[in-house]
């Protein structure tokens, strides 16, 4: 049986997409689940917090979309994580005008993946803050989106240029891509306005928001600096319980 892959995805910048990814495939393999997580995002944060350094990368995502390598040869092992990691930096910058004049490149990630899906039972794609040609193979590549948001004034302003690009990636490239759900991180509940967007949150896209919530937590904004997912990091944090709740949701467990 071949992977289920999800792309998190939200082109505005810091709402937890890097967060989410990470500890949600950590949460994963916790579940006894063979993962990998790809980082699709020049800033390697997915990689850094996995615990390995982007620096020195001989084969990364870019190698990989550019076809200068095979997909096996640029798996890496997150030891502190417990998945498979497909690595990136900065290199990745240049892709998105590399690419332009090559065949086929809205699916070279979802050809790649092609080749390994079937050793996998999730995997998870880290796109950056932007509806670019990376984020295009993110959502080409995947069964479904996973949203990420904080409950802030714009966000629901900011969905619908995702919602649009979605539609887009549907009748063009990728016609079964679904949303798998809308995610609310560092949520703090004594916010009324929190509160406010939320309800209009569900109001709009109903069961398709998970109820799951992630909350601000430090824990969670301090895991990564030491190269672990926080779901491990710190067990008993109440960022850690709520990305292991997540785990559960997605895998369609009681919540
Ligand atoms: P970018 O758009 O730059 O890729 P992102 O959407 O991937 O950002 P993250 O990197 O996951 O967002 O999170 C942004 C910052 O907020 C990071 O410093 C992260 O550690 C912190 N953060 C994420 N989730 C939480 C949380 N639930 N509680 C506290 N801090 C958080
Ligand atoms: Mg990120």
Redesign the pocket.
Known sequence: MAARILAIA?Q??????????INLASGLSNAGLRVLLIDL?P?G?ATMGSGIDKRPLHTSVYEVLLGDTKIRNALHRSESGGFDLIPANRELAGAEVELVDLSGREDRLKEALAEIDSEYDYILI?C??ALNLLTVNGLTAAHAVMI?MQCEYYALEGLTDLVETIKKVRNHLNPTLEIEGLLR???DARNTLSQQVSDQLRKHFGNKVYRTI?????R??E??SHGVPGIRFDKQSK?AIAYKALADEVLGKPV
């Open positions: 939200n505005k910048g810091g709402v937890g997409k890097t967060t989410t990814s995002d800033q944060n880290d950056p803050p990420p991180t560092m949520y992630i909350p601000r937590n430090v969670l904004a895991a990564p960022g």
